[in-house]
Nanobody, 130 residues
């Protein structure tokens, strides 16, 4: 089992930056691939970024590529999402997610799918004003 708690959200002006954190409990954190998703009002939850178990591979939605950076610090059981050059359309609740350590990934496409993630945090609100 992995429990996830996000923090770092807030209100920021367009062009600004935020760093989201995802603190995890459980010994299996380092064996879990991690992802960030977001959900804007009235919209479906969408993939933002993911990082492999080793941290060697990262994946991004086209809408955030070049602006957001995902990272992980297994010694601290924490994942991060650095959000730069924020736009009003980035406004959403951001969720951290983790895959079970036993999940087998047959392709990199699995990182982008909500159904690949077994554990979810409660979310943190990011609001970008124009």
């Amino acid at each position: 089992q992995v429990q996830l708690v996000e923090s770092g959200g807030g209100l920021v002006q367009a062009g600004g930056s935020l760093r989201l954190s995802c603190a995890a409990s459980g010994r299996t954190f380092s064996a879990s691939a991690l992802g960030w998703f977001r959900q804007a009002p009235g919209k479906a939850r969408e993939f933002v970024a993911a990082i492999s178990r080793s941290g060697d591979n990262t994946y991004y939605a086209d809408s955030v590529k070049g602006r957001f950076t995902i990272s992980r610090d297994d010694a601290k059981n924490t994942a991060y999402l650095q959000l730069n050059s924020l736009k009003p359309e980035d406004t959403a609740v951001y969720y951290c997610a983790a895959m079970d350590k036993m999940r087998i990934l047959y392709s990199s496409g699995a990182y982008f799918a909500r159904g690949s993630y077994d554990y979810w945090g409660q979310g943190t609100q990011v609001t970008v004003s124009s």
